[in-house]
């Protein structure tokens, strides 16, 4: 049964809010997070957050999850279509681990339509704003 979970945001996600507006938004990524956390309350769900840059620290991340949650979102950003490091540190844990976008990934650039992580994860959400980490909040509840 899923009772803790962590939000993983990688590159540039820390600009939400500044960011390109009218792809992400206005809405900072501190704002994000508190609706994040309630969300997952409101499922009795406990949730951490985290956010970095850097593709080691991503990966860090998400080997000490394997030990400490029972279920991962992650936004791995431009990470998404090239890390192979990234998907196999996903492979290599055992917990369900759900890849959301804020944007339509396969309505921009062709190399975004590729997400080499998507294989590797349990299910993709991509499209709806912010509204992808809340519904990946409930998917992650239900599973
Ligand atoms: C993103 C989509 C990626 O292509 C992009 O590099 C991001 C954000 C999204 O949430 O829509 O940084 O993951």
């Known amino acids: 049964m899923i009772k803790k979970i962590l939000v993983i945001h990688g590159p540039n996600l820390n600009l939400l809010g500044e960011r390109e507006p009218g792809i992400y938004g206005n809405t900072s990524i501190d704002v994000l997070n508190e609706n994040i956390i309630e969300r997952a309350k409101d499922q009795g769900l406990e949730c951490e957050i985290f956010q970095s840059n850097h593709e080691g620290a991503i990966i860090d991340k998400l080997h000490a999850a394997r030990l400490e949650f029972d279920g991962v979102i992650i936004n791995a950003g431009a990470y998404t279509h090239y890390s192979y490091a990234i998907r196999d540190a996903i492979a290599a844990i055992k917990i369900p681990c759900i ?33 992808s980490y809340y519904l990946a909040v409930q998917a992650l509840s239900e599973l």
Do not use: L, Q, Y
């Open 99 to 131: 890849e959301v976008h804020i944007s339509n990934v396969f309505a921009r650039d062709d190399f975004r339509a590729n997400s080499v992580i998507a294989p590797v994860c349990k299910g993709s959400i991509s499209g709806f704003g912010f509204g």
